[in-house]
């Protein structure tokens, strides 16, 4: 865009125009090439935040008083830079005449609803660690947390004023809750130093909350946790955080799942795994077992000749699968052959005898006796 257009070209109006005649024919402009009515069309954006220019300096009295003395030459030199970066700057700079220009009620479409006024400010987020035991987290459960938060203070409705008083708009933004400092080409908007971006200044506080619109609670929570959770999950309660402005909604409460290690089951996903010891007739000659699992005991059918490491599986036994209706991970079970630490004396010839049968060189029967009794001769 050209900054050297005549502004009341761009407006189609005369230099005499009166603010009246300025502000109709804007708003006829504007309306012609708002970006809500030109989705994607550069060029009607490139005229609305031409035409938006010259209104911010015909409007205003100074700046028209010295752009009509010494041009735009003067508006550079007395550190005056009425171009606008976007259109978003633009429903920002004119949020309090949108309404009146659109008849919108506040701006144009959702583009200026969203600008008129202050920002209403959402309540904060909290977050809290629920710690469960493995078959909670399998199963799920129901637990009773504790949480400390932010509400709305009941005797004020969160407005911060005494009961019986008001908070009064703020007359630095005028309402706004944003102020626009100028420095050389460069115009920073920044929240309201006076009022913090609220537009309201509060004259007589609250006793109960101290002006502060909110007070801290306590809740007690009762939370629902789905089978089939599993460690660093997250669940969310909506609107159970920090309470936000008045008419704004609340945070959200987070809860992040911990869960302490099983003694026996180790779980992979929605799997589940587990190591069972089985004695060395068993491996050889098979049979019967009974293995745990996470809803209680299963029997276990071994065959011969079953190798020392062997996995079984039994398929939907393992986890439920979180957010699905129905299905469930599988259990694993692996047999480790257990080698006694000690042996009677019938235990020791019987394996001897086996032994021999099979021709296996052992050590012989007070081995560790000799050995030991070299050493100490």
Known sequence: MSTQRDYYEILGVARDASGTEIKKSYRKLA????????????????????????????????????????????????????????ADEIFSQFSDLFGDLFGFGGGGGGRGRRRSGPRLRRGADQEYTLELDFLEAVHGCQKEITVARYATCDACAGSGAEPGSQPETCGTCGGAGQVVQGHGFLRIRTACPHCGGRGQVIVHPCKACEGHGRTRVTDSLSVSVPAGVDNGLQLRLAGRGDAGDPGAPPGDLYVHIRVRPHEFFRRKGADIMVEVPISYPQACLG??????????????????????????????????????????????VQVVVDVPKTLSEEEEELIRKLAELQDAKVAHKGFWRDILGRFST
Request: no cysteine.
């Open 287 to 332: 049979g019967v077992i009974k293995v745990p699992t996470v809803d209680g005991e299963e029997e276990l059918e071994l065959p011969r000749a079953t190798p020392s490491g062997k996995v079984f599986t039994l398929p939907g036994k393992g986890v439920p699968h979180l957010g699905r209706r129905g299905g469930r991970g599988d259990h694993h």
């Open 31 to 86: 309306m012609q090439y708002h970006p809500d009515r030109n989705p994607g069309d550069e060029e009607a954006e490139a005229k609305f935040k031409e035409v938006s220019e010259a209104y911010s300096v015909l409007s205003d009295p100074e700046k028209r008083e010295t752009y009509d003395r010494f041009g735009h030459a003067g508006l550079r030199g007395a550190g005056v830079d009425p171009g606008f970066a976007s």
